[in-house]
């Protein structure tokens, strides 16, 4: 019994390991945290999201207004590299 637990578990601890390291091989992180943020902090644009991260919004920009109305609730947000080649446009 004690052997199947152990087998399970270390199972189970490799493929989070992999998804883990699976993760931080693609230029991305996604954050699942409750918006923060008390009055004052609000007004100039901080908020909190959950233990991990501080926003600075500049306030009355769309990031302001989305994260001012998710105060108290839980949001997912995506990090993700924007890099890679792009097309060079001449302006007139």
């Given at each position: 019994?004690?052997i199947?637990?152990?087998?399970?578990?270390?199972?189970?601890l490799?493929?989070?390991?992999?998804?883990?390291?699976?993760?931080?091989?693609?230029?991305?992180?996604?954050?699942?945290?409750?918006?923060?943020?008390?009055?004052?902090?609000?007004?100039?644009?901080?908020?909190?999201?959950?233990?991990?991260?501080?926003?600075?919004?500049?306030?009355?920009?769309?990031?302001?207004?989305?994260?001012?109305?998710?105060?108290?609730?839980?949001?997912?947000?995506?990090?993700?590299?924007?890099?890679?080649?792009?097309?060079?446009?001449?302006?007139?």
């Amino acid at each position: 019994m004690r052997i199947a637990l152990a087998a399970w578990l270390t199972l189970a601890l490799i493929l989070v390991g992999l998804g883990v390291g699976r993760a931080s091989d693609r230029d991305e992180t996604v954050l699942t945290a409750k918006v923060s943020s008390a009055d004052h902090e609000t007004e100039e644009g901080y908020f909190t999201l959950g233990d991990n991260a501080t926003v600075i919004a500049k306030p009355g920009s769309d990031l302001y207004r989305f994260l001012a109305r998710q105060r108290g609730h839980k949001v997912r947000i995506v990090l993700q590299d924007a890099g890679g080649p792009e097309l060079s446009r001449l302006e007139r």
